[in-house]
């Protein structure tokens, strides 16, 4: 039969909460390194999509697919132990001597695999997402930058891209929460210093299970709506005209 | 002065300029008319590189346009260009819209861009919209911020593509009274338009596209009063 002897014990949970806390401020940390990380590859992968050298395209290509349509639970996976094989493997065959250069080949940062695997996912699909707000830029903006003289990148960094920024504002939040809410699978590779690793580690010492995680849950669910709150502040800052 | 030697220029199997040769002189006004699609809009923007062409150059001041070496950028600065459709940067105000050219491309100080910008924007009657973003302003008004703008950089030529065409009827006015006040200045200028009385009163030439070619061209008193081609009495006639 069930077994419905659980009872709830709140205090532990809350006497755990400026721990936890300290786990959010690793979360959020990660997740805004990686949405900037992945802007900026972002951007550069939607031009180099829409390329016309076929290497750059299926480059793009390959990265958008593998990032859009593959768990992010693999792709953190695949930073976590295909860098160091990548690395031993060019250890090996090119006799590099990483040790040299301070670092060690058998072993990445569960930190920096979560960081470098979010970024790839957030770049992946904000790639796409550039993609469609390039498209809302009318071309004749490029033209008017180009006939007062202005370069090709100038034309681009100083008039197309803010107006594209416009127009992928609140997808780009949307990813935000996203990368926030994915830095939890950090617990995969180990990673103990975030919101999800702290809490998994006050429940294996404490085994609240529910109030621990509930209590995590609650602050995702803060972080989340104080991020798309001032998104929205922001926003309204920026895009006044 | 802007020489036009021979030009032709495909879109495709499409010849859109099928030679075309023309010179306009320093402080001259040019008017070019013709149905749609006859090249009048192509040769404007071949004239800055903004556009190939496949035979024949344009020199503007002795610089050959399309040649390899040109550095278009710079060639650019000369010549201000205002479009059919507004152009206005939206997520500039009229300000910053008029001085980030003279600030990122020519390399200005702020103090510098304002004070070139605020007079040009005066000039054309913006005075009062400095702070104001291009959704606010009236088609006209755009427009005319548009001529500031192109003007700011102090360019020698300014060519103008049916810069009225998208406008309602009674903002027209305000956009050509620009025009001609440029145009008594001494500003070189090379006009694509439908507006037939304006290119009457204001041009010392009036080129007649049809075809991809210069049909006829002459003073606007031999155009207009005494064309000398069947083709452009037909076409003055269905459009005055």
């Not at chain 1, 594209?164 to 180990?190: D, E």
């Not at chain 2, 040649?67 to 105000?93: C, E, M, S, Y």
């Not at chain 2, 049909?215 to 009063?225: N, R, T």
Request: one cysteine or more; charged letters at 15%; hydrophobic letters at 50%.
């Amino acid at each position: 039969m069930f077994n419905i002897n659980y009872t709830f014990h709140w205090n532990q949970a809350f006497r755990a909460l400026p721990q936890m806390l300290e786990g959010a401020l690793v979360t959020l940390q990660i997740a805004v390194l990686s949405m900037v990380i992945g802007i900026v590859i972002g951007v550069l992968l939607a031009l180099a999509k829409d390329s016309r050298v076929a290497a750059l395209r299926w480059f793009a290509n390959i990265w958008i697919e593998v990032a859009r349509n593959t768990p992010a639970l693999f792709q953190v996976y695949m930073i976590y132990f295909g860098i160091p094989a990548v690395l031993q493997l060019v250890a090996g065959v090119f006799g590099v001597n990483f040790r040299a250069l301070g670092i060690n080949i058998f072993y990445l940062d569960s930190y920096w695999a979560v960081l470098v695997g979010i970024a790839f996912n957030n770049a992946g699909y904000l790639a796409e997402t550039f993609r469609g707000g390039l498209r809302a830029v009318p071309p004749t903006q490029t033209r008017a930058a180009r006939s007062l003289g202005f370069n090709a990148v100038d034309s681009f960094r100083l008039i197309v891209l803010p107006q594209m920024f416009r127009a992928v504002f609140h997808p780009m939040t949307n990813q935000m929460v996203w990368a926030i809410l994915m830095t939890s699978v950090g617990i995969f590779v180990g990673l103990n210093i975030d919101l999800t690793g702290v809490t998994q580690e006050l429940n294996a010492r404490t085994f609240r299970t529910f109030e621990f995680f509930a209590l995590a849950a609650a602050i995702y669910y803060v972080i989340a709506k104080i991020v798309t709150g001032g998104a929205r502040l922001i926003a309204w800052r920026l895009f006044r005209y | 002065m802007i020489e036009i030697e021979n030009v032709k220029k495909s879109f495709g199997n499409l010849e859109v300029l099928k030679g075309i040769s023309m010179t306009v002189e320093k402080g001259e006004v040019v008017s070019v008319i013709g149905g749609s699609g006859s090249g009048k809009s192509t040769m404007l923007m071949c004239i800055n590189g903004l556009e190939p062409i496949d035979s024949g150059r344009i020199l503007v001041d002795g610089t050959e346009v399309h040649a390899k070496g040109t550095d278009l950028n710079k060639l650019r600065r000369n010549i201000g260009i205002v479009f059919q459709q507004w152009n206005a940067f939206p997520h500039l105000t009229v300000l910053e819209n008029t001085t980030i050219a003279l600030r990122k491309v020519l390399g200005k100080s702020r103090s510098e861009a304002d004070e070139i910008a605020i007079k040009q924007l005066k000039h054309v009657g913006l005075g009062d919209k400095l702070k104001v973003y291009p959704s606010r302003l009236s088609g006209g008004q755009q427009q005319r911020m548009a001529i500031a703008r192109a003007l700011a950089m102090s360019p020698k030529y300014m060519l103008f593509d049916e810069v009225t065409s998208a406008l309602d009827p009674q903002l027209v006015g305000e956009v050509l009274d620009t025009m001609r006040l440029l145009a008594s200045e001494g500003m070189t200028m090379i006009v694509v338009t439908h507006e037939m009385a304006f290119a009457r009163e204001v041009s010392n030439r009036v080129a007649f596209f049809r075809d991809g070619l210069i049909h006829e061209i002459g003073s606007p008193k031999q155009i207009f009063e005494s064309p000398e081609r069947p083709e452009t009495a037909a076409f003055l006639k269905s459009v005055l």
